[in-house]
């Protein structure tokens, strides 16, 4: 359970950061209702062939901010092309032959971009942090998700994204809104 609040909290934080990107609504068009399903349907279908759970990817939504290129068109050729050229060992051999140092350095660019787009949204929507409690949700989700932390519980483990929004969920729901009297 703890898996499918955080992969419906990625979903919606995914759309609602690509939507800034593109300046679509994409949570109202096609709708929150339609993205869930067809990230149900896809998981459906990867469990019954025995795969993982599908979530969204994040990474996708760096590149298209860093390309500005949103074609559905475009993203799904590249998927195409990627998925047939990854079969091509000379290509493969080809590719790990890339230094890590600009591996490295891409995968730092593309993860400023998600972080720096998901502070344009928190910016957008005017998320006050004068306020003791939306600084304390914010602190610790970021505290908990980069630091490391781990929570057992029983058989369940939490770390990283899924303790961090877990974490912001049950704040969220516990701590007191300011009296603005």
């Known amino acids: 359970m703890p898996i499918a609040i955080v992969t419906i909290s990625e979903h919606i934080g995914d759309h609602t950061v690509l939507g800034q990107i593109c300046g679509r609504q994409f949570l109202k ?10 990230d149900g349907i896809a998981t459906s279908v990867s469990a019954f062939l025995g795969g993982p759970a599908n979530t969204t990817y994040g990474e ?7 390309t500005r290129i949103a074609s ?13 050229l990854s079969f091509l ?13 600009v591996l490295g350095g891409m995968s730092i660019l593309l993860y400023g971009v998600i972080a720096s787009n998901g502070l344009k949204v928190l910016i957008k929507e005017r998320v006050d ?43 969220n729901l516990i701590l007191p809104y ?3 009297d």
């Open 129 to 171: 942090f004068a306020q003791m409690r939306n600084l304390i949700i914010a602190s610790a989700m970021l505290v908990l998700g980069l630091g490391g932390a781990i929570l057992k519980l029983g058989p369940v483990t939490l770390s990283g994204t899924a303790l961090s929004a877990m974490t912001g969920i049950i704040l």
């Open 60 to 66: 996708n939504t760096g590149v298209i901010g860093m």
């Open 29 to 38: 068009e096609p709708g929150l209702h339609r993205t869930l399903l067809g």
């Open 72 to 84: 559905v068109s475009v993203i799904r050729n590249a998927a195409f092309i990627a998925i047939a």
């Open 89 to 101: 060992g000379k290509f493969t051999a080809l590719i790990s032959t890339i230094p890590n140092a």
């Open 178 to 180: 300011e009296n603005k």
